[in-house]
Antibody, heavy 118, light 109 residues
Framework: EVQLVESGGGLVQPGGSLRLSCAASGFTVSSNYMSWVRQAPGKGLEWVSVIYSGGSTYYADSVKGRFTISRDNSKNTLYLQMNSLRAEDTAVYYC????????????WGQGTLVTVSS | SYVLTQPPSVSVAPGQTARITCGGNNIGSKSVHWYQQKPGQAPVLVVYDDSDRPSGIPERFSGSNSGNTATLTISRVEAGDEADYYCQVWDSSSDPHVVFGGGTKLTVL
């Protein structure tokens, strides 16, 4: 059974840093395209970042230069390092598997809440 | 950047048909995917590649895509279908981006 479990969310001050983790089971993270999607309170879905199976990474303009997506193949885990956090980064962050051929997200985690506030 | 436009809300009576649109420039040339999200839950894929359904999704959910509009159709709407629905495309160009529509709140009257 495919499962994605996020962790690492919490309250952080503006300008601070946080690292999110997404532990996968039932498939191999390094063989798939993996992504982070966020949702601010009461708002819609916003794509954040993707890492290809080959290791290439891409980011939304809103987080470029501040966030870094990575993975640990030995732990089958996806990460999102978030630096220089702003109030507008407050959201539930989901990890999801992106299917190569069509570009759809077929599996999602339950999400982890990040709150940026002083 | 590419923009997907959805109506903020759609209302339908139980047993009727709900149609949720997703507008985008020449969206018919792209693969469109649809997600259902209920309060406090993660999104769930209900239609992919314009009109295919993942296993476990009822046949009542269907999709179409042509020209500048993609449509998610929910037949014989049930109370349990009340949720937010999002369309999505993937631009896999030299600077890949995923784009979501703004979401549509489906209310079952």
């Amino acid at each position: 059974e495919v499962q994605l479990v996020e962790s690492g969310g919490g309250l952080v001050q503006p300008g601070g840093s946080l690292r999110l983790s997404c532990a996968a089971s039932g498939f191999t993270v390094s063989s798939n395209y993996m992504s982070w999607v966020r949702q601010a309170p009461g708002k819609g879905l916003e794509w954040v970042s993707v890492i290809y199976s080959g290791g290439s990474t891409y980011y939304a303009d809103s987080v470029k230069g501040r966030f870094t997506i990575s993975r640990d193949n030995s732990k089958n885990t996806l990460y999102l390092q978030m630096n220089s956090l702003r109030a507008e980064d407050t959201a539930v962050y989901y990890c999801a598997r992106l299917k190569l051929l069509g570009g759809q997200f077929d599996y999602w985690g339950q999400g982890t809440l990040v709150t940026v506030s002083s | 950047s590419y923009v997907l436009t959805q109506p903020p809300s759609v209302s339908v009576a139980p047993g009727q048909t709900a149609r949720i649109t997703c507008g985008g420039n020449n969206i018919g040339s792209k693969s469109v995917h649809w997600y259902q999200q209920k309060p406090g839950q993660a999104p769930v894929l209900v239609v992919y590649d314009d009109s295919d359904r993942p296993s476990g999704i009822p046949e009542r959910f269907s999709g179409s895509n042509s020209g500048n509009t993609a449509t998610l159709t929910i037949s014989r709407v049930e109370a349990g279908d009340e949720a937010d629905y999002y369309c999505q495309v993937w631009d896999s160009s030299s600077d890949p981006h995923v784009v979501f529509g703004g979401g549509t709140k489906l209310t079952v009257l």
